[in-house]
């Protein structure tokens, strides 16, 4: 099988992504390996990163600051679809892979490399999420997935890293899978393979335990404009600086633990658990701005595209026409959505206690009053129940003549 000669690998300085690049050298005849390790706002210094994948062979070793493009470019849309797979997951990972294949493209084109590749395994989501994105972007390009086709368990991997000089990361006493970035953490493996135990709390690290949280609870105003988060508290807020400071306020109250059975998109369930505070409170409050200032025909569509677009995006269905068109719908619905939403966290709620919008409120208090001042014109009533309720009377009618 003609394997590319010149690769850009997408490196995190895992166990996987290292092995990949001798790997992809002494197994597969690459000539060249350039890694590409992605800021996405994760906290963690990345300098080290970069010498480690020098240290393992690869001939560049690159960072990039995606933090920016991240949130405005993706988590932001996802706030305004409502973005929750499955009802619960604010795809805080899947975000990202897009725009991680699109930076491995764009270095592919500069440095002249041949091929792309990636550490992710054979049954995981991110596999489908980046080989069908680098397939959108540029169909030329080989991508290469050594740890899909090793063929090597956890410890052989391992194995195969200390005999090329690469240190394992993974502790007997920490052996969770972890990806993070500045919308939330995903861990996984160990004991959380079993769907019956309990998460020990030394899985979380952006969120207190709801006994720990505070005793008094907090009220913060987002601000919106035309869908996107643009304020807390009044002060407006440059996006990344406004989600880390969502991520710290919820997370101090303990909101944004997720637990949960999810379906993977090669067809097996598992078992995950998320923490996403800030987005998740951003979502909350965005649904509760459009339940003042969107027709209720359109909200009701929207729900049903919510949920088909949330599942686009887990599903590494980015870059698709659908999710494309999709879009458009999202963009158009959103030019109501502007206001202000008040949220009180308290022990790992977040419960909306007020909402409102100067300019594209769609709650006419003289028309929803029962009070003196109201214009509900009452007797319109009975006429509209004989017209509405027509279909039913009818069908009820013959189904009695019928037996």
């Known amino acids: 099988m003609a394997r590319a000669k010149k690769v850009v690998l997408a490196y995190s300085g895992g166990v996987d992504t290292s092995v990949c690049i001798p790997y992809l050298r002494n197994e597969w005849g690459v000539e060249e390996v350039i890694t590409f390790a992605a800021d996405l706002g994760q906290g963690d210094e990345l300098e080290p990163i970069r010498l480690k994948a020098l240290a393992a062979g690869a001939s560049q070793s690159l960072v990039g600051d995606l933090v920016q493009p991240f949130i405005e470019g993706f988590a932001f849309p996802a706030i305004r679809a409502n973005a929750l797979y499955q009802g619960r997951y604010p795809l805080s990972t899947a975000l990202a892979r897009p725009l991680i294949a699109e930076r491995l493209v764009a270095i592919a084109r500069e440095v002249g490399a041949d091929g792309v590749a990636h550490g992710c395994t054979g049954k995981g989501n991110d596999q489908v999420r980046f080989d069908v994105a680098i397939g959108a972007l540029a169909p030329d390009l080989t991508v ?25 990361p993974v502790s007997k006493g920490s052996p969770y899978s972890i990806d993070l970035n500045l919308l939330g953490r995903s861990i996984e493996a160990g004991p959380l393979e079993d769907p019956n135990v309990e998460p020990p709390e030394e899985v979380y690290a952006l969120t207190v335990a709801v006994d720990q949280a505070p005793d008094q609870p907090e009220t913060v105003t987002i601000g919106f404009e035309r869908g996107n988060p643009v304020s807390l508290d009044g002060e407006r807020l440059d996006p990344v600086s406004l989600v880390r400071r969502a991520n710290a306020l919820a997370g101090r109250h303990g909101f944004g633990r997720l637990d949960m059975v999810e379906d993977r998109v090669v067809g097996i369930k598992s078992r995950e658990i998320y923490e996403t505070p800030g987005l998740l409170l951003l979502i909350r409050a965005h649904q509760e701005l459009e339940s003042l200032t969107v027709p209720a025909d359109v909200l009701r569509t929207k729900r049903q595209l919510e949920m088909q677009w949330a599942d686009l995006v887990y599903q590494g269905l980015w870059f698709g026409a659908l999710k494309d068109a999709i879009d458009g719908f999202m963009d158009r619905s959103q030019q109501t959505v502007n206001g202000s939403v008040r949220m009180k966290l308290h022990k790992g709620n977040a419960i909306a206690v007020g909402r409102s919008s100067a300019t594209d409120s769609l709650y006419v208090p003289d028309m929803a009053t029962y009070g003196a001042e109201d214009r509900f014109d009452h007797r319109a009533a009975e006429g509209f129940i004989y017209v509405w309720g027509l279909p039913t009377r009818l069908s009820a009618a013959v189904r009695r003549q019928g037996g």
């Open 144 to 168: 290469l997935t050594p740890a899909r086709e090793w063929g090597m368990s956890r410890e052989e991997t391992i194995a195969y890293g200390e005999r090329h000089g690469i240190p394992s």
